[in-house]
């Protein structure tokens, strides 16, 4: 039996649900980190089950994490040790938390990974010059005739701030079917690139 909290984005015509979405996981993030910090790892994954991604489509509705995020656990008390309602207090205008409720995962697993962009040309461009001491153009000439090309990804994502830097990031979510899991540790952003959460 698997454990979950569901938290709902509500809807605000001042306030973009992207805005909502990236402040909710950046205290998410920060409430896993502490719970790795107290017992060594993060037992709660995250699954989005409004998630969107058709690359055929154009627009919104192409990509989109949707407005809602279930935070599993394979049990309560980790859920618990969240303390969600204090940690959202602040957010009671734009979220709704559910309280805890139990899966039996009827429909199969999924797994939801971060997945990074390779630099692009440039970047990796004005890191070679100067590791070569060569100029930026003459970088820039020996790396496109090589091939290398700029890479993006038009997956749904979360626009976040990294704690350590203050730096904006965009952190890409990719959603893939999953066996059921053998064991149950999460990144600090709830996470994971094989841990399957109940399919929803």
Sequence with gaps: MYYFIEMSLLPDDSVS???????VMNVLHLCFVNLQKEIGYNPVGLAFPEYCYDPE??????ASLGTKIR?????EAHLEALNLKQQFSRFEDYVHLR????????????????KQVKSSVVRVARRKAQHLQQTLPETLTLLTAKGQKAVSL???????????SAQA???????QTAQ?????????????????????
């Design 180 to 200: 059921a899991p053998t064991e149950w540790k999460f990144s600090s952003y709830g996470l994971s690139n094989s841990v399957g959460v109940p399919n929803s």
């Design 169 to 175: 990031f965009r952190l890409f979510i990719e959603k």
């Design 17 to 23: 649900r992207g805005f909502v979405m990236g402040k």
């Design 71 to 75: 935070l599993y656990a394979q049990t």
């Design 99 to 114: 309280a805890i409720r139990e899966d039996a995962a009827k429909f199969g697993f999924v797994c939801f990974k971060r």
């Design 57 to 62: 489509a154009k627009g919104t509705a192409k």
């Design 154 to 164: 038009d997956l749904p994502f979360v626009h976040l701030h990294s704690q350590s």
